[in-house]
């Protein structure tokens, strides 16, 4: 999937200038950036939920989004969320289990704590046949094991579903763990981009310092550093 020239504005307010790139099947990109930088209105065209100048192609047909609120529907069980997004029963029964969730199938959504909400919401993104999964910030409000058993999952499911994926975060060891290539969105453009080393599994944090601090450097020369 290719983006050529994308660009958003509200009245004079511009808010992405002419981004591009490519989106690749079974890879993932990572887009850093500090706060209003773009990332979550970048993510809602890819959606089609914002209309937009520019080329996309070819628009996926449909697209699994995980957004930075679960959004699920709280009058329903977790099975029943994910039953709703098209999962099939036996693929939740045995993604509920490698997610740890097993026990918590016939609770009320509504009842979750907000870490629970939050591995609930990745899984039901992976509900749906998609072309491209779209994760803002996907593992906040997770403890550590918790979100390394998610980057794990969501590595697998991306991967092994050959889906292109773009994944937000404010994270840069979430974004080195998982991603293919990293971008740094700054007032709309794409200030630098990183490609990684190929990986068979989720990269140990600590063992990529190098591209940290590079990447650190580039977020320290953007207007403000964030929760970085």
């Keep these: 999937m290719r983006l050529n020239n994308i660009q958003k504005r509200y009245g004079e307010k511009v808010v992405l200038d002419g981004v591009s790139l490519e989106l690749r099947e079974g890879e ?3 887009i850093l950036g500090r706060s209003g930088a773009g990332k979550t209105t970048l993510l809602n065209i890819l959606a089609g939920l914002l209309p937009y100048e520019g080329e996309i192609f070819p628009m996926p047909k449909k697209v699994g989004y995980v957004f930075q609120e679960s959004r699920l529907l709280p009058y329903l069980t977790v099975r029943e969320n994910l039953l709703y997004a098209g999962g099939k029963p036996e693929w939740i029964d045995e993604t509920l289990q490698k997610a740890g969730l097993a026990a918590l199938a016939d ?3 509504g009842s979750l704590s907000g870490g629970e909400k939050r591995r609930v919401a990745l899984l039901r993104a992976f509900c749906v046949d998609a072309d491209l999964v779209l994760l803002d910030e996907p593992f906040s409000a ?3 094991v918790s979100k390394a058993q998610m980057l794990g999952l969501a590595w697998d499911f991306i991967r092994s579903g050959g889906l292109a994926a773009v994944f937000v975060t404010h994270d840069l060891d979430e974004a080195i763990s998982i991603a293919d290539t990293v971008l740094v969105l700054d007032e ?6 990183m490609r990684l080393p190929a990986a068979k599994e989720p990269r140990e944090y600590g063992k990529y310092a190098k591209e940290r ?4 450097d580039v977020m320290k020369n953007t207007k403000e550093l964030g929760r970085i």
């Design 107 to 109: 609770r009320k959504a």
């Design 188 to 193: 709309g453009k794409i200030v630098h981009t």
């Design 213 to 216: 601090q590079q990447l650190l």
């Design 28 to 30: 993932i990109t990572c």
């Design 142 to 144: 997770l403890d550590t």
